[in-house]
């Protein structure tokens, strides 16, 4: 094998090497500009989750009752109604301003 015929010295510059290139590789972050991430409010935190994952096209199917927009796939007969306001219109200003940690993408 080529590794075990190198020189301490080197062994250790190209250990080094492997270990910063496979850092360098990890942190990026990869955005889905084709991608559309779809009903997220399944999930704890739909619109992070979504982010978190590189989509940066969110889509939610929302009905309106009793003046405000219910996400649902289906019409919402549940007692416990999700608002798209509360899902993801406010985690996401929260995220422009800076008041919640999580990564929101501005372009």
Known sequence: MLLATLKPSLKLSYLILLV???????SQNILLYHGFSH???WH???????????YVNIEADVYLRKGQLIVAHFLPVLKRKKTLEQLYLKPLMEGIMGTNKAKTYIS
């Open 20 to 26: 910063f290139t496979t850092l360098n590789c990890q």
């Open 39 to 41: 009903n997220d409010y």
């Open 44 to 54: 704890r935190r739909p619109l992070y989750d979504a982010l978190d994952k590189g």
